[in-house]
């Protein structure tokens, strides 16, 4: 009679037998094939065969990454990033319905997103920026009910952030900064649970923060703002603390006037906030110099009154994808 241990050794041999014969999905070996056959040299060289998987002696193509469901594996991520990819974004790519993870970031990618994009409906992380796309973001993003992670930063997207993207229900990261958005950032961003990370900096936006927090619990888990460099005005609503999470509020380089509320200073763990180059007036209230977290509080180039001073050392505040790793 076999015992535990060669039964289990049975069992692990059959799986890896099973993995190793099992075939890629036609659909996917299709869909990389013609993703091959539209990209450099770069991309091209390293991937030798006509299986993305691989076969036999030859290994899984570079940045592809498969996984066996049932008789068959299927691509589950796509990384080719910083490989001078230049050109539209590879419309097949949208029929590799199994993708989680899509990273074709720092390249030179051009034209629209498809709207095919919808169709990844397994999709958790979709990183595209540092590339040259354009047009508008498309609301079909918004089918992407898995989505956590969404990097369009440093592209030439122009209109306005679809109001779709308040349906993503996983969403933690939002990356829209260095595009050329306009309109109103949609107050319905703040019905996301899970959203911790908001950057909309650099950009054409327009509006104030009191229609974007209008909703009742708006960004319950948000802990970096990030607003700077628009043509956001008004002042700062009092309710801006009721966003207990934030420890990141960056207005430089706004329109934005008042006074500075004295209920902001008990936002729990605020650390660092960036008033600089709007046009604030009057003084700041005590308890921001006694918030026992508040590292850095620049407020150069407004209309303060006199004796107003600073916290901390200002530099340019840079996050590091380490910082957001998945």
Known sequence: MASRCELLLICVLSLLFAVSHSKTLKRDVKALNEIKASLGWRVVYSWVGDDPCGDGDLPPWSGVTCSTQG??????????????????????????????????HNNKLTGPIPPQIGRLKRLKVLNLRWNKLQDVIPPEIGELKR???????????????PKELAALPELRYLYLQENRLIGRIPAELGTLQNLRHLDAGNNHLVGTIRELIRFDGSFPSLRNLYLNNNYLSGGIPAQLSNLTSLEIVYLSCNKFIGNIPFAIAHIPKLTFLYLDHNQFTGRIPDAFYKHPFL????????????????????????????????
């Open 71 to 104: 008789d068959y594996r299927v691509v589950t991520e796509l990384e080719v990033y910083a490989v001078s990819i230049v050109g539209p974004f590879p419309i097949a790519v949208t029929n590799l319905l199994d993708l989680t993870r899509l990273d074709l």
């Open 147 to 161: 989505l956590t992670h969404l990097y369009l930063s440093f592209n030439s997207f122009k209109g306005e952030i």
């Open 295 to 326: 590292k850095e509080m620049y407020i150069e180039g407004n209309m303060f009154k006199q004796g107003v001073n600073p916290i901390g050392t200002h530099k340019v505040l840079e996050v590091s994808d380490a910082d957001f790793a998945v």
